[in-house]
């Protein structure tokens, strides 16, 4: 069974800096990639980055530059480091492989 479960989320200052883990279960990471989704209050979901398992990266513009996404094969883990923090990017971020979602981690950037 898949599991998905995302860490690393908090509070931080526009500017700082955050990194969000994604541990693995079940998984078979091969095909699809893995990605990661945020979801802010009133917004819809939306698509932040993805890794496919050769190591190809993609990302949305609004985090082109700032955000890098990462894999460990070793651990299972998915990872974002996210730096040069907006407000705007205060949002549940979730992981996402296939039909399975993680059950998200709050990052909420304000000062």
């Known amino acids: 069974q898949v599991h998905l479960v995302e860490s690393g989320g908090g509070l931080v200052q526009p500017g700082g800096s955050l990194r969000l883990a994604c541990a693995a279960s079940?998984?078979?990471?091969?095909?699809?990639?893995l990605a990661w989704y945020r979801q802010a209050p009133g917004k819809q979901r939306e698509l932040v980055a993805l890794?496919?398992?050769?190591?190809?990266?993609d990302y949305a513009e609004s985090v082109k530059g700032r955000f890098s996404v990462s894999y460990d094969g070793h651990k299972n883990e998915m990872y974002l480091q996210m730096s040069s923090l907006r407000p705007d990017d205060t949002a549940v971020y979730y992981c996402?492989?296939?039909?399975?979602w993680g059950q998200g981690t709050q990052v909420t950037v304000s000062s």
């Open positions: 996402f492989l296939s039909d399975y």
């Open positions: 079940g998984i078979v990471f091969s095909i699809n990639p």
């Open positions: 890794i496919y398992s050769d190591g190809t990266t």
